[in-house]
């Protein structure tokens, strides 16, 4: 099976969802840029301070605090999952020299859809686990399925974040789609099916 993978698409086309079923099934590490982004600021990190600002508008974090934040978290050999990264040419040109890719999945998902969903996504403070109040909600109001744990909404799913994350990733993140096409390395999955559909599809594409 193919073990160096990125996951590309806009917020909310359910990158981090599809990445945690697919490390969890396949014993691959889970990088989210985003997550450990969220983990800095709460911990009220120098690099946490730094993104903060950028974070709260829906703006990128600059390209060399990443690149230097990811380096020292792949590990070729066990393989990985990256979600959220590379966001930039710049992070991909960056990301060239550090590792081998073996794929890159392109979960394509509507401006109008990306803002229905992100309005209504909740996390788990505990565990992180992602609910859709609309597609996917929990069985108790509030409450994690899984651990119990409170849900919440991100600071940057709120309407005028979103409509914001949304233009930046066009500007600066669709162009990775082409950059791995050329390469050969891109797959496309129509993220507007049901989570399991799209899991599904990007398992056949992985060869597993
Ligand atoms: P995400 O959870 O992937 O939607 O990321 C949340 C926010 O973290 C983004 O809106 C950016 O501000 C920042 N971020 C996450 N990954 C990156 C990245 N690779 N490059 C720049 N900023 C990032």
């Known amino acids: ?38 983990d800095e600021v709460a911990r009220g990190t120098d690099l946490g ?4 600002a950028y974070m ?3 703006d990128l974090v600059p390209d060399q605090l990443i690149i230097d934040m990811i380096k020292g978290r792949l590990d070729e050999s066990a393989g990985f999952i990256l979600d959220g990264f590379p966001r930039t040419v ?20 509507s401006r109008e859809e990306v803002i229905r969903r992100l309005t209504s996504r909740r996390v788990c403070r505990h565990c992180g ?7 996917n909600p929990p069985a108790v109001d509030g409450v994690c399925d899984a ?16 409509e914001n994350r949304y233009d930046v990733y066009m500007d600066a993140t669709a162009p ?3 950059f791995y096409r050329k ?22 594409m992985l060869g597993s």
């Open 176 to 178: 990775l789609i082409d």
């Open 129 to 135: 686990k992602i609910y859709n109040l609309l597609y």
């Open 147 to 162: 651990c119990g744990g409170e849900l919440f909404q991100r600071d940057d799913d709120k309407r005028e974040v979103i």
């Open 49 to 52: 301070k730094k993104a903060q």
């Open 1 to 38: 099976m193919l073990k160096r993978m990125i996951l590309l698409g806009p917020p909310g086309a359910g990158k981090g969802t599809q990445a945690k079923l697919l490390a969890a099934q396949n014993g691959l590490a889970h990088l989210s840029t985003g997550d450990i982004l969220r």
């Open 90 to 109: 710049p992070q991909a040109e960056a990301l060239e020299k550090i590792a081998r890719i073996d794929v890159a999945i392109n979960i394509a998902l």
């Open 183 to 204: 390469r050969g390395l891109l797959k496309d999955v129509d993220g507007s099916q049901p989570t399991k559909k799209v899991s599904e599809q990007i398992l056949a």
């Open 56 to 58: 709260d508008r829906g």
